[in-house]
């Protein structure tokens, strides 16, 4: 059931009007539903069934810690790509033992605090990290526990700059070098290889890339495994797709244009690669992020201007791309609705923020409910990948989220303020 909906030609998340959220905390304002984000981990997590599996949140989609500790709570593990997130992780209370740590550029201090808080997996990208975090292991005396990611050259057909298992990315071991990568990793000392880590792209609609690489990861388990390496450990990654257009519906609402995305629920992703993954005999981890928190979040934005051009109506609203900057750095499209319904009329328009670059937009060319100074906006699908990347660019102050939980809402994070520019 979706938690964020219309009722009488008002907007709700859970049972609080969001009007009145608005009025009361002003905007832009992140707003999240706490029992739509369980029911996504729960749908995913549940997914497995009896399998031995670790449904990792992937935390660079939303760290607010609030977010974090309840999935932390509702059995989760952690997904973090830097020093910060790994500090966010363990303050929200996630297990040092379901914790792994990803990325192709790890500082040698980042390798030393998640080696001191002895986290589950560092899932290594080239030979010289490889190098490095035995180093560190060694002199910390200790022994690391380590995946290594495989590029498996398979498209995700994603938007290029979320793509990270082609053979041109910078992301993971090629296949023409993994026998190698591994070999070398077992040499070393102070290193325990146990897994083989993949993330093939991020905001993937179709369930086939997935199943090609679960085919890959497992063929390649028992290479390895016929090499002497003992793989115990499959990290599969995240990546799996949600629905942006016509995400919520009302008869004065226009269909988005764009095709209505048949995105299977992420369960049936999971369906899709558990009956390959498990002929591997591995414990399986993934690293949702997207899946997990999307649809759960929305940005609330005022209209502060309306404004024709001989070329062009814009709507000039107060959140931009320092509150939102999916569409301005990907094209993303986010369906953007009133408030409060009151017009069947509709008009084509750009909606843009107040920053000083054209790039600055959250629409473009969209067709949509017409609105009038001061009227309350809501940008759909902005739970992942929207807060996180917020900047203070142009002095911008980065905004306040709400947590709702049935009729309860909570600031989980305050608006800045004037001397947050000063630090
Ligand atoms: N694991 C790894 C190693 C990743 O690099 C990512 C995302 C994830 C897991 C989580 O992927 P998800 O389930 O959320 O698709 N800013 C972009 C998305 C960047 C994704 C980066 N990596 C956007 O707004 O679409």
């Known amino acids: 059931m979706k938690h964020i909906y219309y009722q009488e030609g008002q907007l709700y998340c ?3 009007r969001l009007h009145d959220l608005a009025e009361e905390y002003d905007t832009p304002l992140y707003v999240y539903s706490k029992t739509q984000i369980l029911e996504n981990f729960n749908a995913i997590n549940g997914a497995f069934g009896e399998m031995d599996h670790v449904t990792c949140y992937a935390l660079k989609a939303n760290s607010n810690p609030a977010v974090l500790k309840m999935l932390a709570e509702a059995g989760a593990g952690a997904d973090v790509v830097s020093g910060g997130e790994l500090f966010l992780a363990l303050r929200a209370g996630f297990p040092q033992q379901k914790i792994t740590f990803a990325g192709v550029g790890k500082r040698e201090d980042e390798i030393e605090y998640a080696l001191k808080e002895n986290i589950f997996s560092i899932s ?111 990290d599969f990654g995240g990546g ?9 519906k009302h008869e004065a609402l226009p269909v988005d244009e764009l095709p209505e995305n048949q995105i299977p629920p992420a369960e049936q992703f999971i369906a899709g690669v558990l009956p390959t993954l498990q002929q ?17 979040g929305v940005l609330l934005t005022k209209v502060l201007y309306t404004k024709e051009t001989s070329a062009r109506k814009f709507v000039v609203v107060d959140a931009g791309m320092t509150e939102l900057l999916r569409p301005s750095l990907y094209g993303a499209y986010h369906q953007i609705v009133p408030l409060s319904i009151d017009t069947f009329v509709q008009e084509k ?61 909570r600031v989980i994070r305050p608006r800045q303020t004037f001397d947050h520019l000063l630090q």
Request: net charge negative.
């Open 124 to 234: 290594v990208e080239s030979i010289q990290e490889l190098q490095l975090v035995s180093l560190v292991a060694n002199r910390l005396n200790t022994t690391a526990q380590v995946s290594i990611r495989i590029n498996p050259d398979i498209d995700a057909e994603s938007h290029p700059y979320i793509t990270t298992g082609l053979k041109q990315n910078k992301f993971g071991i090629e296949s023409e070098k993994i026998q190698e990568t591994f070999k070398i990793a077992k040499s070393l000392p102070s290193i325990e290889i146990h897994g083989i880590h993949t993330h093939i792209g991020s905001q993937i609609t179709k369930v086939e890339p997935f199943a090609a690489a679960a085919k890959l990861v497992v063929d390649w388990v028992a290479k390895l495994r016929a090499d002497g390496i003992g793989i115990t450990h499959i």
């Open 14 to 16: 859970e049972q609080v």
């Open 240 to 248: 799996i797709g949600v629905p942006y257009a016509n995400t919520i």
């Open 349 to 409: 328009v750009d909606v843009v923020g107040p920053i000083c670059e054209s790039g600055d937009f959250l629409a473009r060319d969209r067709l949509m409910p017409k609105t009038k100074q001061q009227d309350l906006l809501a940008v759909m699908t902005v739970g992942a990948y929207g807060f996180v990347s917020a900047s203070n660019y142009n002095g911008r102050l980065r905004p306040a989220e709400i947590l709702v939980n049935g009729d309860r809402v």
């Open 280 to 296: 591997a005999g591995c414990s399986v981890w993934v690293e949702p992020g997207r899946s997990i928190v999307a649809d759960a």
